[in-house]
């Protein structure tokens, strides 16, 4: 019996890889699917070294994004309501689970698994590098130290120059992974996503510099379940505060 429910699963999958793709020029297409609750399919079979296209259809009523995590490369990619973006992602080479992560700042979020050849274990954890991005700092310029904790966003100020603006995030958790994104607060609420530094480990930190107008702006940790390890929405838990830019 077991072997039966097991057989079936992977065939499972197989005919979902084969119902939601095609072949096509520039990588095989793979369509991703956003809608208000989420994004589809929540797992993709693909082959180690294939180039994908990946066509990204927006059906929400929210802006998304996607963006590989867990050391999958794939750059962050804004699909505004109602578009379509198309994405290229080459799989790498061995065998692995690669996930990129569909969602809506602060909202709903999909971490999607590309299962790459026989894998049935998630590859071994590749933080990023932390960003480190000082070419335009001079230092005149202000600096925000933004504490990162469970489940905490802290900076030492609440408002900050317009201006280039340094950003030092430190990560004081003794176990968990978090990150710092800076968001613009839209006159309508919602959230353009302006830089973020990505996979802080614990007792590490990371920095970046932001050329920012006066407004209002949000510092949030976007991790969710299933990413680095964690178990819970860090956003969801608390991990974001509000700045002005004056
Ligand atoms: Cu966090």
Same mark, same amino acid.
């Given at each position: 019996?077991?072997?039966?429910?097991?057989?079936?699963?992977?065939?499972?999958?197989?005919?979902?890889?084969?119902?939601?793709?095609?072949?096509? &020029?520039?990588?095989?297409?793979?369509?991703?699917?956003?809608?208000? !609750?989420?994004?589809?399919?929540?797992?993709?079979?693909?082959?180690?070294?294939?180039?994908?296209?990946?066509?990204?259809?927006?059906?929400?009523?929210?802006? %998304?994004?996607?963006?590989?995590?867990?050391?999958?490369?794939?750059?962050?990619?804004?699909?505004?309501?109602?578009?379509?973006?198309?994405?290229?992602?080459?799989?790498?080479?061995?065998?692995?689970?690669?996930?990129?992560?569909?969602?809506?700042?602060?909202?709903?979020?999909?971490?999607?698994?590309?299962?790459?050849?026989?894998?049935?274990?998630?590859?071994?954890?590749?933080?990023?590098?932390?960003?480190?991005?000082?070419?335009? %700092?001079?230092?005149?310029? &202000?600096?925000?130290?933004?504490?990162?904790?469970?489940?905490?966003?802290?900076? !030492?100020?609440?408002?900050?120059?317009?201006?280039?603006?340094?950003?030092?995030?430190?990560?004081?958790?003794?176990?968990?992974?978090?990150?710092?994104?800076?968001?613009?607060?839209?006159?309508?609420?919602?959230?353009?996503?302006?830089?973020?530094?990505?996979?802080?480990?614990?007792?590490?930190?990371?920095?970046?510099?932001?050329?920012?107008?006066?407004?209002?702006?949000?510092?949030?940790?976007?991790?969710?379940?299933?990413?680095?390890?964690?178990?819970?929405?860090?956003?969801?838990?608390?991990?974001?505060?509000?700045?002005?830019?004056?």
């Amino acid at each position: 019996m077991k072997t039966w429910s097991g057989v079936i699963a992977v065939a499972g999958v197989l005919v979902l890889g084969a119902a939601c793709t095609s072949s096509g &020029a520039g990588g095989r297409e793979v369509r991703i699917t956003q809608k208000d !609750d989420g994004c589809t399919p929540a797992s993709i079979s693909v082959t180690p070294g294939e180039k994908l296209k990946l066509v990204v259809k927006n059906s929400s009523s929210k802006d %998304f994004e996607v963006e590989g995590i867990e050391g999958a490369q794939l750059q962050e990619v804004v699909i505004p309501e109602g578009r379509t973006r198309t994405p290229g992602f080459t799989v790498p080479s061995r065998d692995g689970v690669y996930k990129i992560k569909c969602y809506v700042p602060g909202g709903v979020s999909t971490i999607i698994e590309l299962t790459a050849g026989g894998a049935t274990t998630p590859q071994s954890k590749q933080p990023d590098a932390p960003t480190e991005n000082s070419a335009s %700092f001079a230092p005149s310029d &202000a600096t925000l130290n933004v504490t990162l904790a469970d489940y905490t966003v802290t900076p !030492d100020a609440t408002s900050v120059k317009a201006g280039a603006i340094r950003f030092i995030a430190t990560n004081v958790s003794t176990d968990a992974v978090h990150e710092l994104y800076v968001l613009k607060v839209k006159d309508n609420g919602s959230l353009e996503s302006l830089g973020e530094i990505e996979s802080i480990g614990p007792k590490q930190n990371g920095s970046m510099v932001l050329d920012l107008s006066p407004g209002k702006y949000r510092l949030a940790c976007f991790i969710v379940p299933g990413e680095a390890g964690s178990k819970v929405d860090h956003y969801q838990k608390g991990m974001h505060t509000d700045i002005t830019v004056e």
